[in-house]
């Protein structure tokens, strides 16, 4: 089949669809973030042309060649972890920033947002694994981590991401996801200065579809549209 991305985007939006239908939630508050880390201009053109405006990218170097050279409207999301040295290339450029791990992360992207005279959307990314291989604050930190870095200029904090574990059965993640939203509404309702608390950014090929039914905002999926990856290319 040639039309294989196409196909596959549709079964996933179907799947989102339900999943809100299960979760008396409208699909208006859920955004699919195509996740294309790897995947070459032509199939990202591919998903574009399907109607996806929201891209995912992992790697500075690849996601500022891609926006160089694709649509316009398109909405780029960072996702993957982000060294501090990085920050310059990408503020400006990018819709959000998904993988806020730290302070004096987000000091940086002030500090180049204010250079630039531009605000940047940015989530702070939750570690709920605990798994120490992963970047992330943790579940205990989050309403410091939030007061702090409202307090920088230029920042909004729209909401949480998080990457649960890779579990054979998506139910497994479940009670996290219920977790990460129960702590978001929580802090929503503090009505903290630049903050939104609005966007929760979850669920990925293996577990977007209980992630939908717990409360994402966001998803994440790669695999599931565009295939596996082969990171040897
Ligand atoms: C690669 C990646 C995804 C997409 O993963 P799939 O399992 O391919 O859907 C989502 N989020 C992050 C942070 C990633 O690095």
Redesign the pocket.
Known sequence: MDNIITENLKQVQNNINYACERAGRSTSEVTLVA?S?TKPVEMIMEAYNAGIRDF?E?YVQELVDKIDIMPKDIRWHM??HLQRNKVKYIVGKVAMI??VDSLRLAEEISKESVKKNVVSEILIEVNVGMEESKFGITTDNALDMVIAISQLPNIVIRGF?T?APFVDNAEDNRKIFKGLHNIIVDIRDKNIDNTTMDVLSMG???D?IVAVEEGASMV???????GA?NYNI
Do not use: L
């Open positions: 996740v880390k995912g992992n996702i993957g998904h993988s991401m990457s990925m090929t293996n977007y994440r999926v790669g695999t599931a549209i565009f990856r």
